[in-house]
């Protein structure tokens, strides 16, 4: 099946800082999402972005669909940014149902000190 | 409410017996995806349906079954609880399977 991999594990942050967190895929996808888990277990959709650019207030998301990465940056982070940063995919084309439904990559565990 | 609820919040059973976690949507989303997460292995897909009587198996279906007669219910069943199934399960639902999942809240599912 399609591998997904995040980087870095683990991220310490002053409040105010910028961070990129990175994912690489193995195989053409036609579905990426990130997801912010918080604190207390609550799963966030960030963006739905199989490819281009979102953005959504501090946060934006890049996805190069051809060089197989998807980039998830945090501007001015802040305390409340604290959590695991889940990159998800879904191999285009995926023929072996559920087994090829959104993969979760291992997460980004983010911690922002005030 | 709006949105997408999991019940119970938190659950223990004992090893052997059946139990039925559930979910509940309300804005007639077509896809509902059952996932547990545990440390080492992520979020992993157990079960998902595209609609209404329609689902199919995902990463680790072994010991749960699901049914969904109505759009907005997707239950499911742990048929013997077995401490490997100790575990926190998510529930999400989404318009299409390419459109953003939305979570539920969780169940934390203790099995002694």
């Known amino acids: 099946g399609i591998q997904v991999e995040q980087s870095p594990p683990d991220l310490i942050l002053q409040e105010g800082a910028n961070s990129t967190l990175r994912c690489n895929f193995s195989?053409?996808?036609?579905?990426l999402q990130w997801f912010h888990q918080n604190p207390w277990g609550q799963l966030i959709n960030l963006f739905y972005i199989p490819s281009g650019t979102k953005q959504n207030g501090r946060l934006s998301a890049t996805t190069v669909a051809t060089e197989r990465y998807s980039l998830l940056y945090i501007s001015s982070s802040q305390t409340t940014d604290s959590g695991v940063y889940f990159c998800a995919v879904e191999r285009q084309g995926a023929t072996q149902g559920g087994s090829e439904k959104l993969v979760f990559g291992k997460g980004t565990k983010l911690t922002v000190n005030p | 409410d709006a949105g997408i609820t999991q019940s119970p919040r938190y659950k223990i059973t004992e090893t052997g017996r059946q139990v039925t976690l559930m979910c509940h949507q309300t804005?007639?989303?077509?896809?509902m995806f059952w996932y547990r997460q545990d440390l080492g292995h992520g979020l992993r897909l157990i079960y998902y349906?595209?609609?209404?009587?329609?689902?199919d198996k995902g990463e680790v279906p072994d010991g749960y079954v699901v049914s969904r007669s109505k759009t907005e219910n997707f239950p499911l069943t742990l048929e013997s609880a077995t401490r490997s199934q100790t575990s926190v399960y998510f529930c999400?639902?989404?318009?299409?399977?390419?459109?953003?999942?939305?979570f539920g809240s969780g169940t934390r599912l203790t099995v002694v």
């Open positions: 349906s595209a609609a209404a009587d329609i689902t």
């Open positions: 804005w007639s989303h077509s896809y």
């Open positions: 999400a639902s989404s318009w299409t399977e390419l459109y953003g999942y939305t």
């Open positions: 195989d053409s996808v036609n579905n």
